[in-house]
């Protein structure tokens, strides 16, 4: 019986791991594709018309970029409001006493998802943004 319990500690602490290696390297990810975001807006801006506009090309990388960015802080928000609701909904439950133990607060399997979708779809956009700037900088 308690080689089962450790057995199944074992592989919670490595399930948990994996989370965490999970949120080390998507934060790292956002954190490096927002900076190179913010640097491909920076080198748009050497391409500016003597008369202050943009050619439609730079047009097409800017709005990739400001879509990214948007994509970026609906992630978090999206996150942080889905989060807060659920925290709130348990902390009404305990106060209550409708709570016994932590196994009774359980999260929906799609609590994470509209982030994930945010992340997948900031580093499509930053992607095309890039594959344009590159483009853009060959044919100039």
Same mark, same amino acid.
């Given at each position: 019986?308690?080689? /089962?319990? /450790?057995?199944?500690?074992?592989?919670?602490?490595?399930?948990?791991?994996?989370?965490?290696?999970?949120?080390?390297?998507?934060?790292?990810?956002?954190?490096?594709?927002?900076?190179?975001?913010?640097?491909?807006?920076?080198?748009?801006?050497?391409?500016?018309?003597?008369?202050?506009?943009?050619?439609?090309?730079?047009?097409?990388?800017?709005?990739?970029?400001?879509?990214?960015?948007?994509?970026?802080?609906? /992630?978090?928000?999206?996150?942080?409001?889905?989060?807060?609701?659920?925290?709130?909904?348990?902390?009404?439950?305990?106060?209550?006493?409708?709570?016994?133990?932590?196994?009774?607060?359980?999260?929906?399997?799609?609590?994470?998802?509209?982030?994930?979708?945010?992340?997948?779809?900031?580093?499509?956009?930053?992607?095309?943004?890039?594959?344009?700037?590159?483009?853009?900088?060959?044919?100039?």
């Amino acid at each position: 019986m308690s080689d /089962q319990i /450790q057995r199944k500690n074992k592989i919670e602490g490595e399930i948990d791991d994996l989370w965490e290696k999970y949120a080390t390297n998507t934060g790292f990810l956002s954190k490096v594709s927002r900076q190179l975001a913010y640097a491909q807006g920076g080198l748009c801006w050497f391409f500016k018309t003597p008369y202050g506009t943009f050619s439609p090309s730079i047009l097409v990388i800017l709005c990739c970029l400001i879509g990214y960015f948007f994509l970026d802080v609906f /992630q978090y928000f999206f996150t942080a409001c889905l989060y807060w609701w659920f925290a709130n909904f348990y902390a009404k439950r305990n106060d209550k006493q409708l709570i016994g133990s932590e196994k009774d607060i359980k999260l929906p399997y799609w609590i994470n998802w509209p982030g994930k979708i945010c992340l997948v779809l900031k580093i499509v956009l930053l992607g095309i943004a890039s594959f344009l700037l590159i483009k853009y900088l060959f044919y100039v």
